[in-house]
């Protein structure tokens, strides 16, 4: 099926593989400036239950469907069944390539890269790393090798865009010989603020170079010093537990409360990791929700309370990531809370008053692109990240780069 020589139009199909879920997207385009989005979807429930369910660009379903009680598709049946279902929704274009959303790159991937077994190899060696996600990336990655061999794939990490790092803020205070081991901060994210230090200055051509401190506010949230487009410093380490709260998880902790934990409550590693995982942040603090949406609409103090803690938090970070960068010449807010909540973003602002920042109630309400005022010493922007987008970006770029080469 793939045909790099094609003369119609590519097709990128982008993949993101969690435990049991994969969500997918397929960008259209000859060049990295036309791609276009036109499908996404997920297979959900995989291991249990699987369904298949795929949007067009204009949010009509395309598919919606799941399989006979009892049988159970393995990942690489429903691989095999996303690439025949894609076979015929592409019209007329041609899948050149599959890009995948890859958690940890280590030290040794500081750029996206063309899986080879040599790679695959390479990326087993970090499992012990991001033990909850990698796995699973690297399954996918396989379970696509195996029903589609021909098809290049290309594995785009969280951690890349993080490399740029000056020492200080990749390493902890611990002997240099776990360092060397890499027990290191990382940082996560890295794609969401790629993509946003793409956009920046398309936006804000006057910040190309200054001094930006990005809040990419998810389920998973965190935030990003970033000087000239490049990222200096983030809240994220070693895993992407540390930082601001979020959902599930409590941001940095002291780590003198797990080896309470552990002495006093008996809690081993599996318990610790369900409760950093999973039974914290919003929802350890509220006893309600996880879910932004939610806690705003509770009339609960515990809901109010969980909303400012995690203000508080962020607003801290900002103030730190300033610090450490020396400046700041504006603040972004991006992903699922950072674009859509009107009264995180004014709560922030509120907390980041004494450093000159000044949110536009209006703006802020219409989620304009700048929402600052224009007094506010710092300008405060609303910029929609697309992951996806650079992930397919990326895999145009390799995959491009090596039919060049082959053609040379
Ligand atoms: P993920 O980290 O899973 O990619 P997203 O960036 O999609 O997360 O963000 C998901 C979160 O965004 C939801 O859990 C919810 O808390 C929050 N969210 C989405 N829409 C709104 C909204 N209108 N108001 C407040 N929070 C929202």
């Not at 004494?354 to 949110?359: D, N, T």
């Amino acid at each position: 099926m793939s045909n790099l020589s094609h003369t119609g139009q590519a097709a990128y199909l982008v993949i993101n593989a969690g435990s049991s879920s994969l969500k997918f997207s397929v960008f259209q385009g000859g060049a990295k400036a036309d791609l276009e989005a036109v499908i996404n979807g997920q297979i959900s429930g995989i291991g249990t239950a699987p369904r298949f369910q795929a949007k067009d660009a204009s949010r009509h379903v395309l598919a919606d469907h799941g399989w006979a009680e009892g049988e159970n598709p393995d990942r690489a049946t429903l691989l095999s069944h996303l690439i025949d279902w894609l076979d015929g929704h592409l019209k007329g274009a041609t899948l050149v390539a599959a890009g995948h959303r890859v958690v940890h790159g280590g030290t040794r991937f500081a750029a996206p890269v063309l899986v080879t077994p040599e790679v695959l190899a390479g990326l087993e060696t970090l499992i012990p790393l991001a033990p909850l996600h990698e796995p699973h990336n690297i399954a996918a990655i396989r379970a696509l090798a195996e029903v589609y061999p021909s098809l290049p794939q290309v594995a785009c990490f969280d951690t890349a865009f993080h490399q740029s790092q000056p020492w200080q803020s990749q390493t902890f205070a611990i002997p240099r010989e776990l360092t060397a081991e890499g027990v290191r901060r990382y940082g996560f994210h890295g794609l969401s603020y790629e993509y946003i230090a793409h956009r920046l200055p398309q936006v804000a051509p006057e910040l190309a170079d200054g001094h930006v401190v990005v809040c990419h506010l998810g389920s998973g949230a965190s935030l990003c010093a970033m000087r000239g487009g490049h990222s200096v410093d983030t809240t994220m380490g070693f895993t992407a537990l540390d930082g601001v709260p979020m959902g599930t998880r409590p941001g940095t902790i002291d780590p003198g409360v797990l080896i309470y934990l552990m002495r006093e409550k008996g809690y081993g590693a599996d318990d610790l990791e369900k409760l950093l995982y999973h039974k914290s942040g919003m929802l350890g603090v509220s006893g309600i929700s996880n879910d932004m949406r939610d806690l705003e609409n509770s009339d609960q103090p515990a809901a109010a309370e969980a909303v400012e803690l995690f203000c508080h938090n962020v607003a801290k970070q900002v103030a730190a990531l300033a610090g450490s960068m020396g400046g700041l010449d504006a603040v972004v807010f991006t992903a699922g809370v950072g674009e859509n909540s009107t009264l995180v973003r004014a709560r922030v602002a509120e907390k980041l008053a004494w450093l000159g920042v000044a949110v536009d109630p209006a703006a802020n309400r219409a989620k304009a692109t700048r929402i600052s005022t224009t007094e506010s010493r710092v300008p405060v922007f609303i910029i929609p990240t697309d992951e996806e987008r650079m992930i397919a970006s990326h895999t145009l770029n390799l995959v491009s780069a090596v039919s060049l080469n082959r053609a040379a």
